[in-house]
C-alpha cells in the first residue's frame, strides 16, 4: 500500500520573525527509511520538522513532497501523504481511546460523511499496531504516559500516511516505553513500508535505531549519512561542542556515544 | 472486533439519549403550550392550536405557540452557539454571554434603536449579527494579549469586562431617551414574550444558514480539539476552520439576540451537560447542544410564567440564576485547562 516519496528541503531558512534558527539548509528525506534529525537544544530540530509538514512558512526556500511544495498541496490531500505526531498534542477532557485514535481519519473524510467501515479497519490496525486495543474504551485521562503516547502514535498510523514524522516521540519517556516507542516505528517501517522521520533528543537510541541520520548544526545540515558515518567524536564535538569518544555498541554494533565531561579522565 | 463492538454500544447509547432529548424537548413545548399566568382548558388548547384566536383562552394559546416556537429557536441558536464557540477557542467558558458577545450584540441593536431609528426585526439582526462579529475579535484580541495567549480565565474576564463596558454604554444611551426606555429595557433582560409571527419568520433564515454552518464545522472541531499543530498536520486550515465555524456561532448569537436579548449562560450549560451525556465527540455534540439549550430556554420560559404568576420572570433571569453556579463550578474545578 505504500508508495516511495520523495520529501526534500532546499535552501531552506526558517525563523519566527527576526529569529532565524534555519538558515541554507538542503536535506532529503530517504524513501521507505528511518531517519533521525539530531542536534542539540533549540538548533531548529522541531522548526524544521514544522516546515516539512506544511506548519511553518518558510522564509526563503522550499519543502517539496515528490517535486511539489507542500504549501502548494491542498492541507487534507497532503495529510492522507505525510503526517506529524507533535510533540505535545491535546487530547480533551473525557476523550476515549477509539475517539482519539478515529481523529486520525479526518483527512480522508469530508465534513458530514459517515463512519465508513474503511475507517473501521484503519482504527482497529492502528490499536492492535501499537497493542492499544484493550485500551479503547478507557478515557486518555486514565493512561500512564507510556500508553498515552502509544495512543497517539495508534492516532498517526489510523491516518494511514506514507510518511511520518515525529517530533520527540519519546521524550518524558522511561527507558522501557522509549524502547517500546522506537520498535513500534521499526515495525511500522518494515511491516507497512513507512517513511519514519523522527527528531530525538538520545544521539544513542537514534544511531541504534535510524537507518539515516541528519546532524543539524549552525541552523544547517553538519552531517547526513548512515549513523556510521555521522556519529564521531569530531561531529559531536562540532554539534553539541563536548569532546567524547565513540565505541561500537556490544549489542547492535551501531556507534554509541560515550561524553567526556569536565570531571572525568580523557582516554589519551 | 471488540472495538467495533464497543462503538457500536456507545453509538447505541448516544441514539438512546438522543430519543430521550428529542422526547424531552416535546413535552417541554407542550407544557409551554398548556401552562401560562391564564389557565386554560384542554378545549382551548385543542382551538388554540389550530389557529382560532376567538376568546381569552385561544387567543393565550396562539400567543403560547409563537412564545415556544421562539423559544425553541433561540435556545437552539445559543446552545449550538456555545458548543462551537467552547470548541473553537478550546475554552470550556465559552459562552455568548461571558465572552460578551451577545451584550455587542445589544449594544449594536440599542444604538440602533436610538440613533437610526431602526424598527425592522431584519435591520435588528444585521445590526446585531454585525455587532456580535465584531465584539467576538475585540473580546478574542484582548484576551490573547500577554504571555500565553488566550487562556480560558483571561478570555472570560475579557468578556465579561467587555460585557460589563457594552452594558454601560447600553444604559448611557437609553437613560436619556424616556421614548424607547420601557422598550429597551423589557427587550435587553431577554425574553421570548414578545414573540410574534413577523420575529419567527424574519430570524428564520439567519438561524438555518447559522445552524448549517455549525453542523459543517463539527468535524474541524474535532480536529482543532487536539491542537493547533495536531489539527494541521490532519489536513485542517486552521485559521480557516476556525473563522468559518466562528461566523456560524455569531450568526446565531447575532440573530438570537436580536429578537429575545442578550439571554447568557445557556451557550455555557448545555454543551457541559451534552458532554457527559454523549462525550467529546462535536458531530454529536453540536446537534445535541442544539437540542438541549432548545429544551433549556423552553423550560426556564414556562417555569418564568409560572412561579411568579400573574407576573412572568424572563427568560435571562431565569437561565442566570441557573448558570451561575455551573459557571462557579468549572471554574473552581482543580485543573482549569483548554479543552
Known sequence: MTAAHNLMAAGLRLGYRDLVVIDGLDLTIPPGRLTAIVGANACGKST??????RLLKPQAGQVLLDGRPVRRIPPKELARTLGLLPQSPIAPDGITVADLVGRGRNPHRRALSRWSRRDDEAVAAALEATRTLDLADRTVDQLSGGQRQRVWMAMALAQETDLLLLDEPTTFLDVAHQIEILDLLVELNRDRGTTVVMVLHDLNLAARYADHLVAIADGRVHSAGSPADVLTPATVRAVFGIDSQVIADPISGRPLMLPIGRHHPRPD | MTTTSARAGRRWTRWAWLAAVVAALVICAGASVAIGSRHVSWDEIAAGLSGSTDGLGTAAVAKRVLRTILAILVGLALGLA????????????????ILGVNMGASLAVVTGIAWFGLWTYT??????????????????????????????????????????AAASFISAIVLPRADIADDVRSWQVGGVGGANIDAIAQVAPFLVVGVVICLVSAQSLNALALGDEAAASLGERVFVARAFASLGAVLLCGAATAVAGPIAFVGLIVPHICRLLIG??????????????????TASDTVGRVVARPDEIDVGILTAILGAPVLIGIVRRTRIREL
Open chain 2, 123 to 164: 435591520a435588528f439582526i444585521w445590526v446585531a449579527i454585525a455587532g456580535a462579529g465584531i465584539t467576538a475579535v475585540f473580546v478574542y484580541i484582548v484576551g490573547s494579549l500577554g504571555k500565553g495567549g488566550a487562556t480560558p480565565l483571561k478570555l472570560a474576564l475579557a468578556g465579561a469586562v467587555t460585557s460589563a
Open chain 2, 82 to 97: 456555545g458548543a462551537v464557540m467552547q470548541g473553537v477557542t478550546r475554552n470550556p467558558l465559552a459562552d455568548p454571554g
Open chain 1, 48 to 53: 524544521l520538522l514544522r516546515a516539512m509538514s
Open chain 2, 280 to 297: 467529546v465527540d462535536h458531530r454529536w455534540l453540536v446537534p445535541f447542544s442544539a437540542l438541549a439549550g432548545a429544551i433549556l430556554v
